[in-house]
């Protein structure tokens, strides 16, 4: 269990590449935990940052960083399943806990966060809503995540019909995701192929289906977001 300080910490370290200088930002909390056996040992570093710096260059989703002052060990997380590691001076940080409304989730190694919007809006503003909140609109890419879907959305609709965007894009005859990687068929897909129905809303009321639709359509929506520590340029 993480014992947290409530306070959001910010740290920035500069990143030099050929002539250009880049400002990295960390967010996350401050907590008394300790690093765990199934983190990644990455070497030693001085400074904070720089522990920051590589676990963040190593590691594609980063839960937990501990960077111990004294021996200079920097513990890069992407599981934290393991036993602690423990120690004195350690300096471990955590994602700052997501916002209001927000139902959480485990899946597979980590926790993920899904708000339902009962409002009616278009696919721009759903994306753009979500991403208001450091979230996206939720994408169906595994069966875990589509039954996780269904077992938020299923009360929430209360045996009334619902209808609810999903992250998709209808690229000549294939579906993608934002990213461009191609979407698996795990909400069963099925099209009337008009030529602007380009983007995807799931229906139902306790069985789901994915249907295309134009994105000027109108529907509710539902974002998520992982618990992972953010970290931009």
Not at 82 to 105: L, Q, R, V
Request: hydrophobic fraction near 35%; glycine fraction near 6%.
């Amino acid at each position: 269990m993480f014992k947290i300080s409530y306070s959001v910490v910010v740290l920035a370290t500069t990143i030099l590449c050929s002539t250009e200088t880049y400002l990295k930002m960390f967010y996350g909390e401050r907590t008394n935990d300790y690093p765990k056996s199934s983190c990644l040992d990455i070497g030693k570093f001085q400074s904070t940052g720089r522990c920051l710096q590589v676990c963040g260059n190593t590691l594609d989703m980063l839960i937990m960083i501990s960077h111990n002052m004294e021996t200079r060990t920097c513990m890069c997380c992407d599981d934290i399943t393991g036993s602690d590691i423990i120690g004195s001076n350690w300096k471990t940080y955590i994602p700052p806990p997501c916002g209001d409304h927000f139902a959480t989730y485990d899946l597979f190694s980590f926790q993920m966060y899904l708000k339902y919007v009962g409002v009616d809006v278009d696919y721009p503003s759903a994306v753009a809503n979500c991403e208001a909140e450091r979230s996206s609109v939720i994408r169906i890419d595994s069966q875990e995540k589509f039954d996780i879907f269904k077992d938020y959305v299923v009360p929430i609709a209360n045996n009334t019909l619902t209808q609810v965007w999903v992250q998709g894009e209808k690229v000549g005859q294939e579906w993608q995701f934002h990213d461009g990687s191609p979407m698996p068929d795990f909400c069963p897909i099925s099209m009337s192929n008009g030529s602007t129905e380009i983007r995807l809303r799931a229906y139902g009321i306790t069985s789901f289906t994915c249907y295309d639709a134009p994105e000027t359509s109108t529907y509710h929506y539902l974002c998520e977001h992982y618990r992972v520590l953010a970290i931009s340029i």
